[in-house]
């Protein structure tokens, strides 16, 4: 692409070919397709006219192709040098055609720095302009060239080094007098002896424990200057930017600035839409593009899990964490700093997770349980040396998310799965939770169903197993709100495929209630003599099993007995089974035994 800006520059007929992928580049910078060929193939050996010289980076019969487009006196430049040829056998092929490898340094020193200082100048003069830019961070050097080497890239692929926070600089922490921005401007005097913050948030000094926040940091020898700013109003940002003082200029920004305004999707306004992007979406793209001019080695992004995840009633905040995660990796791309931290739940309250009560907390802990102080600040620094554009720092508990739907395919490389259980409802693979209910006795049915529903149930609640989720025990009291409850129908609804409306566990509010709803929805024009005769196979089946013992059937036996004169007291005029109304215990086993075909 240099030499492309070069050439046109000065006026020549320029012919490119690269792979089809990228001709939409070439086209973009003003060739025609006359002047665009594949590098895939060898067509644009026909397809192109003579030329004088040729700029070469392929092998092979690429090389001899190229040498059969040059007119006599044309040279052949060889720069990939991934294929160097011996240039009398070239000019013997190629009469009056001359071969050189090309080699920067071969120019000599001198000459070197008279073509970097003309270089300089048609920049300069915007007559060249820098080259698209691809970055690594140096610790991924090998990625870096593979990518090179596969000829992925288009410009250039830069490797970056990582480097500490100029002690001498100034971090800006937005959101600084919430839980974690306290904490982290806290943790950067502490642990890594910044002197110089600019603490950001909308009231600023009025935020309560703002002033002890600063008189705590000044008394450990930082000058810390509170802003009472709204990052996402871009005026005020450029402001406070600006009023950074030359001699400590910014060296890093931590941005946690943040809001909640959860509700469910379908409820979701445009206003509470707005509000949460904001401060996340709005205000980060500000603070990326006003500092786009100052030298920052570090630039940190307060995401949450919900981004990566989802998480019911925070579509809102989900996307505006998202956005984060997707501007350090574009950052990162083109060669700035940036790391975007997408954190599971931290134990210490805050302004956004206080209203959480133990269920709430729970249920956004079901990745693992809550953050320490020390816990998160010691992710903090692994995340920001670490290297990578975006980290998802949550204590996973695989137990969580085995469930009756399988492992979710995010999880799938870390968690690994159950092994399967014959007749365990819902695992992935092998016959579906449907195909196997259709197979069950209609009560292994209501058993299976009931399970479905008590394990997706403790699921949501972020219990550990089913047995806290008793089956007679209404979802409000098991401690479902509106939120909860809407992830539990999501969850059934997944794993029944059975489209469940949002008002599923107020109109069956018991874990009992809701698994006969879902019989009903699932096998609809279920015969009730059936379902009776099939649960009358299986207790058959299980009363010739075994050897019963004597006090078995003394304890059991009477209940047996008394289902029968119930039976028969619903239908007993028609009943054509002994008059048993007057019979003792002896004889009422020995008219089951003699029905049920026992010995
Ligand atoms: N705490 C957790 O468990 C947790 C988990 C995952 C992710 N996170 C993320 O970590 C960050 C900090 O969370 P937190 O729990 O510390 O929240 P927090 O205590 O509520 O703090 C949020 C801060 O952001 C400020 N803020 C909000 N809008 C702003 C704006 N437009 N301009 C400037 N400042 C603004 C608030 O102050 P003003 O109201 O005065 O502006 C407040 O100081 C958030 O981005 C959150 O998404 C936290």
Redesign the pocket.
Known sequence: MAATQLARHLGLDVYATASPGKWPVLRAHGFDDAHIASSRDLTFASAFPQVDLVLNALAREYVEASLGLLRAGGRFLEMGKTDIRDPQAVTAAFPGVGYQVYDLLDAGWDRVQSMLDELRDMFDAGILKPLPVTAWDVRRAAEAIRFLSQAAHIGKVVLTLPRPVDSDGTVLI??????????TARHLVTAHGVRHLVL?????G??PGAEELAAELTALGARVSMA??????RAALATLLAGIPLEHPLTAVV??????DDMTVDRLTPAALHAVL???V??AWHLHDLTADADLAQFT??????GTFGNAGQAN?AA??AF?DALAQARRRSGRPAVS??????????????HLDDAGRRR?ARGGA??SDEE?LRLYDTGVAAGEPVLVPVRLDPRQHTGADGVPPLLRGLVRAPRRRAGAAGDSGGPSFLDRLATMSAGEREEALLSLVRTHASVVLGHASADSVTGDRAFKDLGFDSLTAIELRNRLSTATGLRLPATLVFNHPTPLELAAFLRTELVPDEDPARVLADELDRLERMLSATEWTEQTRAALGPRLSALLWKWAGTDGATSAGPDLSEASDQELFAALDDELNLP
Not at 200 to 204: N, V
Not at 228 to 233: E, G, I, L, R, S
């Open positions: 937005t959101g600084a007098t919430g839980a974690l921005g306290a904490l950001a948030s909308r009231r600023g009025e935020a009472a700013c709204d990052t996402a109003d941005h946690t600035a943040g809001v909640l904001r401060p996340k709005d205000a992004l307060f995401s949450s899990a919900a905040y505006a964490n984060l931290l997408a954190w599971g739940l931290w134990k210490r309250g805050s302004a956004m997770t206080g956004l809550a953050f998160g």
